[in-house]
Every structure is written in C-alpha cells, then in structure tokens.
C-alpha cells in the first residue's frame, strides 16, 4: 500500500474507534438514566425543574474538574449527560 492508502486507512480506523468510545459512555449515561429514573420515578414537572437538576450535576462536575479529580468529573459527566437526556423527555415535552 501507497502512503495514501495507509492513511486513509489509519484515518477510518480512527473514525470508528471514535464511534466505538462514543458508544461505551453512551452505555454509561443510559445505565445512569436508569439508576436516576428508578431513584427518582416522579416526572420532572417540566423546564425549569430539569434546567436546576442539570445545572446541579454540571456545577458538581465543575467541582471535581477544578479540584483535578478526572474520575468525579467523568462520573458527573455522566449524570450531566443523563440528566440532559431526561430534560429532553421529560421537561421539554
């Protein structure tokens, strides 16, 4: 193989390992949703409630990032993405 195919080969190895991770943490934030549905089963009562429960997760995470703590910022990066999600079903319907 020519450099060109080399690198295009490298370039959609990369691509999928992309797609392949985004996947994992997409896993991550659906377990989370599941945990945060069956912990807290009542519908968010609309915008303004899932605006502060996000906002909540996001400043947690802010914490953790501005105290160098990668594994708490991953971990309420999670919930931050979770918590986005059941905004979008739940607050913004």
């Known amino acids: 193989m020519g450099m060109l195919e080399d690198d295009l080969d490298w370039g959609l190895k990369q691509e999928r390992l992309k797609w392949e991770k985004a996947d994992s943490v997409l896993a991550e934030v659906r377990a989370e949703l599941g945990r945060a549905w069956k ?3 009542r519908p968010q ?3 303004h409630e899932g605006y502060g429960i996000l906002k909540e997760e996001f400043d947690e995470c802010w914490d953790d990032i ?3 703590n990668s594994v708490g910022a991953r971990a309420e990066a999670i919930q ?4 986005a999600v059941r905004l979008i079903l739940e607050g913004l319907r």
């Open 66 to 68: 501005k105290a160098n």
């Open 39 to 41: 912990k807290f089963p």
């Open 45 to 47: 009562s609309g915008p």
């Open 80 to 83: 931050v993405g979770a918590m």
